[in-house]
């Protein structure tokens, strides 16, 4: 599963060589500054995001034919449906970071500040998605015996719980929960980073499919 794992790689890379932008209470103008003093790593790290993300739709594809058990179409269909779109926001968030960045030196605070608030809170919603996706792949994997099926089941209820932590930023402006810090964006990250490895490997050592 190469394109899993280069994927991710990918992904941590760009995010961070991003880092954590400008939190919503920030102003117009600092949000402009930071994008035209480190537009070189901005862009850059949007760039490496938006390919990785886009190898994840590979994987997603891969995973759903690999999980299908044909006795659950709905939660395959849930997988593919909502894991594609969980993909697109994120892709969207990206594209937005590097336009920003591309374009900062003909870029104003104010629409700088506008493009920031849509990206983060398109982020912070696919964190729904994603949960919905990973229960979906939780409910194909588990109710097997075999032991790494129920490991993966697991990791991806858990991953779920850390992808739903994005959404309080929609509705408060607690530091704990601004858009990239560690509660509010690393955590959910880290456990679907780890999820989309275990599953990667589980797939690389054969793992037959239910029947």
Not at 99 to 114: K, M, T, V, Y
Not at 148 to 171: E, H, K, Q
Not at 179 to 199: E, M, T
């Amino acid at each position: 599963m190469a394109s899993a794992l280069i994927g991710v790689v990918l992904i941590a890379a760009g995010c961070n060589m991003i880092g954590q932008l400008p939190a919503p209470g920030a102003s117009g103008q600092e949000v402009f500054a930071r994008f035209l003093d480190d537009r070189d790593s901005l862009r850059t790290g949007a760039l490496l995001l938006i390919l990785g993300l886009a190898l994840l739709v590979v994987f997603t594809a891969i995973l759903r034919d690999h999980l299908d058990p044909d006795r659950d179409r709905v939660a395959t269909s849930v997988l593919s449906f909502s894991g594609l779109l969980a993909i697109g926001g994120a892709l969207f968030s990206a594209a937005a970071i590097a336009a920003l960045a591309i374009g900062a030196e003909n870029a104003d605070p104010q629409s700088s500040r506008a493009i920031l608030d849509v990206a983060q809170a398109v982020a912070a919603a696919t964190g729904v998605l994603a949960a919905v996706a990973l229960a979906a792949a939780a409910a194909l994997a588990g109710g097997n015996e075999r032991p790494r099926r129920t490991f993966l089941a697991v990791l991806a209820l858990v991953a779920a719980f850390g992808c739903l932590l994005w959404l309080p930023s929609l509705i408060t402006d607690a530091d704990a929960f601004a858009p990239g810090s560690v509660l509010g964006f690393v955590v959910g990250l880290v456990l679907v980073l780890i999820w989309v490895v275990a599953s990667a490997i589980s797939l690389a050592r054969g793992m037959p499919r239910t029947q």
